[in-house]
């Protein structure tokens, strides 16, 4: 038998690909800003620890994973063009399988949710509305490179973040973690069009207008990095304001690296842009944790 014919008359889904499908490698910024928020919050862990553990799993493979998915399904006439061997369209996850998968675990991200209390558990619903909206027909945010990819950076850094210091806090967190948290938020949509990058061509013919489609490689770069390296002054220049300087000098000294990484990437935007979030991305996450451990000393 043919691999082809194989694949036209699966019946299950490979394990390896449905694992593929729930893109591990995604899962990291959620559950680092869960863990941001944790410290920032001030709360000892000490007795805490499930709901740390707990909330880290949720943020990444269980919601994540659900987000994850949900876009391959949504995305998979596009991923034919783009990655034909994706899980969805190379056939190893066949018929309606992605979507029973996304569905499944958009379940089970409630349950698991619930066990955090009522903070965790209505940012789980709120995670869980962001990931269908994103991708899912008659919303389907990420068809717009200003809204999709902010509401993303939004629900990877600045949700998980106030929710993990809403549940060690069992309350609502202070104002300056939420302001933090949101800069990073809005930060991260820079990131997430960087990562529109890879699908240029697959989402320029089926109508998804990314900022690398609609302004071009190079200006739609631009544009990332400025938006990503903005609210890092904003927060260096709070964390003066608010007496952490020392925190502050670490922050800029994360973004003086981004900017050194910045101008490799202007050299050859599209072919760079999986460099740059590997690279500039490690800088910019290691900015929020050092943010994280200025707010935890501010109580």
Known sequence: MSVSTSLQTRSF????????????????????????GAVSSGVSPSGQWFYVILGVLLAGPIVCGM??????????HVDAINEPHRPIPSGRIPGRWG??????????SLFVGYQLGPWGFGATILAVAAAWAYSAEPIRLKRSGWWGPGLVGLSYETLPWITGAAV?????PRPEIIVIALLYGIGAHGIMTLNDFKALEGDRQMGVNSLPVTLGPRRAAQVACVGMALPQVVVIALLFLWDKPMHAAGVAAVLAAQCWAMTV??????GKAPWYNGTGVTLYVSGMMIAAFALRGMI
């Open 265 to 270: 990437l202007f050299k050859d935007p599209k």
């Open 99 to 108: 979507l029973w998968i996304a569905l499944g675990m958009s379940v089970v």
């Open 168 to 172: 060690l806090s069992a309350g609502a």
């Open 67 to 76: 987000s994850q998915a949900a876009n391959d399904w949504c995305d998979r």
């Open 13 to 36: 889904p490979e394990p390896a690909a449905a694992l593929q499908l729930l893109k591990p490698i995604t899962w990291f910024p959620p559950m680092w800003a869960y863990l941001c």
